[in-house]
């Protein structure tokens, strides 16, 4: 048995020479097929019933990230920098699924934007921009490098993460600049980098919801504990 994998696609909204376009990074794809679990790309839509009905299909959903930022009046802030904004298509679709996939205790698995998308959907909140809001932080964006291990994070003893990687302390890679500020309410907290910088969050009601800030699918091939992040998500598909 391979479990189907719901994957949110980017979305560039297309000008008066471009066409609107859904597309996605094939990392995402390579990590589900090759960690046993069958991809598939699910279209941006603004219909509850169609994404009902995709949820029906599915044995769990993959949160990818994302190089534009969610709209912080999804977490009731003003936009105090100059980042771009995601679109409104995917924005809208990602809340949608998020929220359904919740109620339904359908896993759900965020990656960087990903898991911010997770917080936010839940009722959490987020930094805006790490280095502006977090001085002495860590530099958490790190461009081209991101698919290299960067820093440790610390993994809270107890979690559903310690009881997938069985170690404290792990290092990962790192390309974001916004992290998780509030936790929302039915998640806690699972790793943090060693400026305090939150780097997962899981939920701590029934239903398996995972969230980690660095990108495991740069690393599963050559890193056990990634390969078993992922692993532990696909076989909670095909049990639930």
Known sequence: MRPII???????????????TCFL????????????GVPLILPLNNSNELISFMLDKVDGVMLTGSGPDIDPALYGEEKRFDFKVMS???????????RMAMERE????????????????????????IASELPGSLTHQRGAAGDLPTHPIAIRTGSLLFRIAEKKEVIVNSSHHQCVKNVA??????????????EGI???RKGFSLGLQWHPE??????????RIIEAFLRQCLSD
Request: glycine content about 12%; overall charge negative; aromatic content about 8%.
């Open 106 to 129: 359908k896993p759900i698995f965020g990656i960087c934007g990903g898991m911010q998308m997770l917080n936010v959907a839940a009722g959490g909140s987020l930094y805006q921009d």
């Open 25 to 36: 990074r094939s990392r995402y794809i390579s990590v589900i097929e090759e960690c046993g």
């Open 202 to 204: 899981e939920s701590i």
């Open 218 to 227: 740069y690393l599963f091939r050559n890193d056990p504990i990634n390969r």
């Open 6 to 20: 719901g994957i949110t696609p980017d979305f560039n909204p297309g000008d008066d020479k471009t066409e609107p």
């Open 185 to 198: 309410s039915g998640f806690m907290v699972n790793a943090t980098s060693p400026d305090g910088v939150i």
């Open 88 to 98: 409104r298509e995917r924005t809208a679709f990602e809340l949608s699924i998020a």
